[in-house]
């Protein structure tokens, strides 16, 4: 990052670069994530369980969790994690234009992957995100995650109708934020909006190709697609190199229950 960047990335906790892949390649990215999610969608499918507000379903043998629309429950809202299961979407995450402004959010010389996610918001169904932090769903797996970085890419147009990114600048120099104590499950890991300042949330419209870098303590959210056309991400967590990715962990956590 050059030096505006590295001051916005410590004032604000996030940093914008529009179009950083070219309208090809973006292309190409989006028809990468639409195999693997057709792919996905046709094979036998498991149990949907409601964790909380969230509809999962855990394809233990994929290694791999499937996320669907809360209120269309036969729309896939994507995967995490995926590299494994697609060579192409796990090449476009060693990308140096990922991977090097991701060494500074980390504050590491090298980063490797610890989860990647793909987020499909279709047109008018795609549901909101709530709002949350990032460290408290991967603080579990060890106290590195706190410098974990991630990548978000966009591969459509990002507007406010279309359920854009927002963030509050400068929410992650405070931590944890307080969580809900209501709720089930992932629910409780979600930011109190009784205790918030929602009028602080700044949508973060930008175009097809652009990267955000944030890291684990910004406050984000986003709203629910209304408008006519899909807005589908790709969101690359990386970690300092040397840490375990977050298939293994969790290969550990189930052996230890």
């Not at 030096?3 to 989006?30: C, H, I, N, W």
């Not at 591969?155 to 854009?164: A, I, K, Q, R």
């Not at 870098?213 to 910004?218: K, Q, R, Y």
């Amino acid at each position: 990052m050059n030096a505006q960047e590295r001051m916005q990335l410590a004032r604000d906790g996030y940093v914008v670069r529009e179009r950083v892949f070219s309208p090809k390649e973006t292309a190409q990215m989006a028809a990468d994530c639409e195999q693997l999610m057709a792919e996905l969608v046709a094979m036998k499918r498991a149990a949907k369980p409601k964790v909380g507000g969230y509809v999962f379903e855990y394809r233990d043998e994929l290694e791999t969790t499937v996320k669907w629309e809360r209120d269309a429950p036969d729309q896939p809202r994507g995967v995490e994690p995926f590299a494994h299961l697609s060579p192409a979407l796990k090449a476009w995450g060693q990308d140096p234009r990922l991977l090097d402004p991701c060494k500074e959010v980390c504050g590491a010389e090298e980063v490797a992957l610890f989860t990647e996610k793909v987020n499909m918001k279709r047109a008018r169904t795609g549901g909101y995100v709530q709002l949350h932090q990032d460290f408290p769903y991967w603080e579990v797996y060890g106290p590195h995650t706190s410098r974990v970085a991630t990548a978000l890419v966009h591969l459509d147009d990002f507007t406010v109708e279309n359920g854009c990114l927002q963030v509050t600048p400068g929410s992650h120099l405070h931590g944890k934020h307080v969580q809900r104590a209501d709720g089930d499950g992932l629910d409780k890991l979600e930011i109190d909006v009784k205790t918030y300042d929602m009028a602080s949330l700044t949508p973060l419209p930008a175009p097809a190709g652009s990267v955000i870098f944030f890291g684990g303590f910004l406050i984000h959210a986003s709203a629910p697609n209304r408008s006519d056309k899909d807005r589908r991400a790709l969101l690359y967590s990386y970690q300092p190199a040397g840490f375990p990715h977050v298939r293994e962990l969790n290969a550990r956590l189930k052996e230890r229950s």
